[in-house]
């Protein structure tokens, strides 16, 4: 008879262990021996790799995201920049356009940040209107994003977000 080993644990050594065990304690062992692999799997394998797989899924889609903004950059660079509108102060437009993008409940405060430059912090305002809100501020009244930090509010699409912008 061949001896199977298991880290110094014979096969024969195994079943007389078993064998010495009630009836009602080799199915405890015998049911422990099936749930362990089997919590393991179902408990931590499959949804570890549903997650990594989301992860990878979100990773693509912004690469994706990237390499069009990257694409539009020079475009969008090359384009004459419009005049602000006639008269009117940078708080002024930015508080009527965030209105009418729907952003007005995300803004939490603004300050002056310089000449001609105002400083702004939203929070859980949706990204997707955020960055359309933005680029509209700089086609239709030429204000430019000097620098802005944007971070997850939580929820997903929502981001808490401080904006420096700056007229002409």
């Known amino acids: 008879m061949s001896k199977l080993s298991l880290n110094g644990?014979?096969?024969?050594?195994?079943?007389?262990?078993?064998?010495?065990?009630?009836?009602?304690?080799?199915?405890?062992?015998?049911?422990?021996?099936?749930?362990?692999?089997?919590?393991l799997v179902?408990?931590?394998l499959l949804p570890l790799d549903h997650s990594v797989a989301q992860a990878h899924a979100?990773?693509?889609?912004?690469?994706t995201d990237l390499e069009?903004?990257?694409?539009?950059?020079?475009?969008?660079?090359?384009s004459p920049q419009p005049p602000s509108a006639?008269?009117?102060?940078?708080?002024?437009i930015v508080d009527r356009s965030a209105r009418e993008s729907g952003l007005s409940g995300a803004l939490s405060?603004?300050?002056p940040a310089g000449p001609g430059a105002l400083s702004?912090?939203?929070?859980?305002?949706?990204?997707?209107?955020?960055?359309v809100w933005l680029a509209r501020l700089a086609q239709q009244n030429g204000i430019r994003v000097?620098?802005?930090?944007?971070?997850?509010?939580?929820?997903?699409?929502?981001?808490?977000?401080?904006?420096?912008?700056?007229?002409?």
């Open 9 to 39: 644990l014979s096969f024969e050594a195994l079943t007389e262990w078993l064998g010495q065990l009630s009836e009602r304690e080799r199915r405890m062992v015998v049911a422990g021996a099936v749930l362990v692999p089997l919590l």
């Open 42 to 44: 179902f408990g931590v």
């Open 58 to 63: 979100r990773l693509l889609k912004k690469r």
């Open 68 to 78: 069009w903004m990257q694409g539009v950059a020079p475009e969008l660079a090359a």
């Open 86 to 92: 006639a008269g009117e102060s940078l708080l002024v």
């Open 109 to 111: 405060g603004s300050e």
């Open 120 to 131: 702004l912090r939203l929070q859980k305002a949706p990204f997707d209107v955020l960055v």
């Open 146 to 168: 000097d620098s802005a930090t944007i971070d997850s509010a939580g929820a997903p699409g929502l981001v808490n977000a401080a904006v420096v912008l700056h007229s002409g």
